[in-house]
């Protein structure tokens, strides 16, 4: 299986239409190929509950796509919701949102129960975050994954069944 993953493109905060119409050409020889490991990311700014369903159905629409493979929570911190896809004050400085991963992670078992992603994991996480969600109370799904940027957080996945998903 080929693990194809699709994140934003941005243009002045915006999604850059030549990057959707490139994706869903991509999409479409992929599919035809049968290579079905399709993967989003959520980005910082859809780390609040109620944006995380709304964030991979309009992905999902704009690609003509009825789930994804894996969704992935692209970092553990939360960013201010907005136009901005890194949102600064006026000194420049990134205006970060206070979320509780876990809330988010609930957002995502959502996506998953309504069958928009197949399987849901998490990107950069340590051993303290992946340890709030995998020690939350009632949890009904484990992240399938922790797609890092180096081996060395390789300590942080001793836990069973949670697949090293190399980052390029």
Known sequence: CIFFQCSLAFNQGKISQYYVKETKKLTNILIHHNFNCLSFQLWCIFHRPELVRPSLEDSL?????????????????????GEEIIPTDEHGKTIFDTVDICATWEAMKKCKDAGSAKSIGVSIFNRRQLEMILNKPGLKYRPVGNQVRTLSLFSFCYYPLLILLPRV
């Open 61 to 81: 629409k704009k690609l003509q796509l009825d789930y994804i493979d894996l969704y992935i929570i692209h970092f553990p911190t939360a960013l201010k919701p």
